[in-house]
């Protein structure tokens, strides 16, 4: 077992994560989130040219269609690009097709790999049951953790989540990085793995309490995180070493979740000592606080 | 926790023997129906369509509406019940009443007994509520009624979109009511589907109607355009024949003028009024009227009483063979409306799986090579665990025919990062343990147990977060919950059946060693 003084570094660390929740909460207000279309509904086209092909010629052709205010990306390469619009027009069976035909006239050979096309209706509803999900897994997890810890603990592991969450769409808002329908399943998904890695070091410090009755919560944490540490380690290494080979090997269209995924992992190994175990420390917890809640 | 009897032993190995016999299965070829389980593919994988469909049930409202007019008015005259100035308005049928003859009414609409409100027990409703204000009735659906309605409607049409998607073949087409008002319609492997698309984006309301001069019916008359958009028309109310009595539609080459026609044949009762219609309407023109626009409008030249004729309008031969495809399907209760549309080419499909599975290998190697790089022994343990966990999750997901997406993939590779987790805790608690304990087997036992708590805390909470995402999720983020949290389940099984099985064997056999982790 290494030692390692975790504990010093409380303070400096929970600063910084605060003004990380602060910034990440400023941006998610005054900037916003990119929302892909299946938040915010439009048309989204992923298209394939036979040849390495300039963007603004594709960019030109699809400016002159009509269509309001078209963004279009690189997906990956040269030949691949990602169209999106807000315009949709589902009901319209000959839309997709006009397009088509309208681009070849300055395309060439090129293929549409993928049409998404997301009315309103349904993009208001998949945005309010993605929000609804986190927040149910956010209040699960709550629960879950109430029934099996003390509300000290719960208390901890709930501000860590919501740390790691917060932050992961700061970062995603930042950068600009689109919100989609994986993104979300990226989010809940680091929920579900934050308080994973929470819960084994609350467990371990839980057992120490009861083992120890002369060392200070202080300390008990620093004791606690380094049993574990090799545990936290591991488990973060081997989890980051998938989502590594999704992120480089899984396509573009998992990219956005990977890396989701991977924000999460970091952070959620981060806040687990460096937020759950601090709050500990200052709402005082000791020995009397498991005991008393035996007894009841 | 080391100790495991026979009847254990053998029970894991046929569990996971039988189980992961359907991960094999997937890779080859059977024909009777228990072997050739195979894992479905989902749509961002095979390539397909996906729409969703959106009834607009105005219409079918309004209609029940105008028909339950008539019938009130005749009940109440039949009940020789003053009842006048009927009218509908805001979905609402009004109607007015003299003073005395309120309570009565009031009587007929609420009685649990009523011919003319049914009232239905199960649900404490009647079909529509009422309210007065003083002479002034107004009747609306009430919440029940409008449900039976809807889902009626809803039946309908899901029953018409399925023969129009039959009719044009797409291997496997998947239709399933979504809430109240929806349809989803999955058509794997369709590239485009524009075609399908303006099938069920028709009604197909066809009627047949006369034109005439200026307000000559005393039936009333609509103005329509004609499909072309080139003029207009003045056309009795009057339906001489609606869709319904057709039997059969076909396109058909007109071989006197060359020209592509619709043929269609009527049934008996069509015929008959079809054969009256025009013997006496010779020299008029009779209109072909299709969702409110007029396809064609030919003269009558002799009566046509054969029970069958054609439908001529500058159609091509597509254009003939969709509009015979639609009457021959027969009309939707209400317009659809698409709201949601998700197609992926099967190239793209492909490429997908391609990444999914070298993405899977490559996270494989490298956990597998860090796990055996740390715990050496051990690591090759937890990592057989981990090639069964593979087998079982696969072998799960085919027996219950699951449908494997992108982001399913995805939830398997991290499945294997996160899998290790339970082998890795118990691992370096016993390497706690054995600090203190120098007989190897208790130290192992001791590991295993006080390490038991924290993998359930710790599973648990994924296996929430994965359950909360099958329920809310949808399309194939909800892929990604199924592979989660099976993934849980099977990890649970190899760590606590498989890995320990193997690790018990070991210990047992190497006891006398000296580091054994």
Not at chain 1, 100 to 128: A, T, Y
Not at chain 1, 174 to 201: K, Q
Not at chain 1, 213 to 221: H, P, Q, V
Not at chain 2, 333 to 349: F, H, M, Q
């Amino acid at each position: 077992m290494k030692n390692i003084s975790f504990n010093k570094f409380y303070k400096p660390f929970n600063i910084i994560s605060l003004l990380l929740i602060i910034s990440s909460i400023a941006l998610l207000v005054f900037k916003g989130l990119n929302y892909g279309i299946d938040f915010k509904g439009g048309t989204l086209i992923e298209l394939r040219t036979e040849s390495n092909t300039n963007i603004s010629l594709i960019r030109d052709s699809f400016n002159q269609m009509n269509l309001g205010d078209v963004s279009i990306k690189k997906f990956g390469n040269d030949r691949d690009f990602v169209v999106k619009f807000e315009k949709q027009n589902s009901n319209d069976p000959k839309f997709i097709e006009t397009i088509k035909n309208n681009l070849s006239n300055s395309l060439q050979n090129f293929d549409f790999r993928r049409v998404e096309n997301v009315g309103p209706k349904v993009s208001d509803e998949l945005l309010r049951s993605g929000v609804i999900a986190i927040c149910l897994s956010l209040a699960a997890m709550l629960l879950y953790i109430w029934i099996r810890f003390e509300w000290q603990f719960s208390l901890g592991a709930i501000i860590a989540l919501f740390h790691d969450v917060i932050i992961t769409l700061g970062f995603f808002s930042l950068f600009s990085l689109e919100i989609n329908l994986s993104i979300v399943a990226a989010v809940l998904t680091i929920v579900g793995y934050s308080m994973n890695d929470t819960v084994v070091i609350f467990d371990r410090v839980r057992e120490n309490l009861k083992k120890f009755s002369d060392i200070k919560i202080y300390d008990l944490t620093n004791l606690s995180i380094n049993e574990t540490l090799s545990r936290t380690l591991i488990t973060s290494i081997t989890t980051l070493l998938a989502l590594l080979a999704i992120f480089i090997f899984g396509g573009e269209i998992l990219k956005g979740f990977s890396l989701a995924m991977i924000l999460g992992v970091i952070f959620g190994t981060y806040s687990s000592i460096y937020i759950a175990n601090p709050i500990l420390v200052f709402l005082n917890v000791s020995q009397k606080t498991i005991i008393k809640e035996d007894k009841n | 926790m080391l100790y495991f009897s026979k009847l254990r032993i053998i029970s894991v190995l046929a569990i996971t023997l039988f189980i992961s016999y359907f991960t094999v299965s997937n890779f080859l070829n059977f024909d009777d129906e228990f072997n050739s389980k195979n894992i479905k593919l989902g749509l961002d994988l095979q390539g397909g369509s996906y729409l969703l469909l959106e009834i607009d049930n105005q219409p079918v409202i309004t209609q029940k509406l105008q028909s339950k007019l008539l019938e009130f008015k005749n009940f109440f005259n039949d009940q020789d019940i003053l009842v006048r100035n009927f009218n509908i308005i805001n979905n609402e049928i009004i109607f007015e009443t003299e003073k005395d003859k309120i309570p009565s009414i009031i009587n007929l609409l609420d009685d649990d007994k009523s011919e003319i409100n049914p009232y239905f027990p199960k649900f404490k409703s009647h079909e529509f509520i009422f309210k007065n204000e003083e002479n002034v009735f107004s009747l609306s659906l009430s919440d029940y009624g409008l449900v039976v309605l809807k889902s009626a409607s809803l039946d309908q049409a899901i029953e018409i979109v399925r023969r129009r998607v039959d009719e044009i073949g797409t291997n496997e087409p998947n239709i399933l009511k979504r809430g109240s008002d929806r349809i989803l319609v999955e058509l794997p492997g369709l590239e485009d589907p524009g075609r399908i698309k303006s099938l069920l984006g028709k009604t197909a309301n066809l009627s047949f109607q006369f034109i005439v001069q200026n307000d000559e019916e005393s039936f009333g008359t609509e103005k329509l355009k004609f499909e072309d958009g080139s003029e207009e028309s003045i056309v009795s109310k009057r339906i001489i024949l609606s869709g319904d009595n057709l039997i059969d539609a076909k396109p058909q080459m007109n071989s006197q003028t060359n020209e592509t026609v619709v043929s269609f044949s009527l049934d008996r009762v069509g015929a008959k009024k079809f054969g009256k219609a025009t013997s006496t309407g010779v020299g008029k023109r009779l209109a072909i009227i299709l969702d409110g626009k007029i396809i064609s409008a030919p003269v009558i030249r002799e009566p046509i009483v054969g029970g069958s004729g054609q439908i001529s309008g500058n159609f091509t031969f597509q254009t003939a063979t969709d509009l015979a495809l639609l009457l021959r399907s027969g009309a939707l209760p209400a317009p659809l409306s698409i709201i949601e549309e998700r197609t992926v080419g099967p190239d793209l499909g492909q490429d997908s799986i391609d990444a999914g599975i070298m993405s899977l290998i490559i996270g494989f190697v490298l956990v597998v090579l860090f796990m055996i790089i740390k715990y050496k022994v051990f690591g090759v343990i937890a990592n057989l665990a981990l090639i069964a966990n593979l087998f079982l999750l696969v072998g799960i997901l085919t027996i219950f025919e699951a449908t494997l997406t992108l982001p399913g993939i995805a939830g398997i590779i991290l499945t294997v990062g996160m899998a290790v987790d339970a082998n890795v805790l118990i691992y370096e608690r016993i390497r706690e343990e054995i600090i203190s304990e120098k007989n190897p087997i208790i130290a192992f036992d001791s590991g295993y147990s006080k390490s038991k708590t924290t993998i359930l805390d710790a599973n648990i909470t994924t296996l929430i977060a994965a359950f909360i995402l099958f329920f809310m999720g949808s399309g194939p983020v909800k892929g990604f919950s199924v592979t989660l949290g099976v993934g849980i389940l099977t990890t649970l099984f190899s760590v606590y059946f498989i890995a320990r099985l193997i690790t018990s064997f070991y210990v047992i056999k190497n006891k006398e060693k000296g580091q054994l982790i």
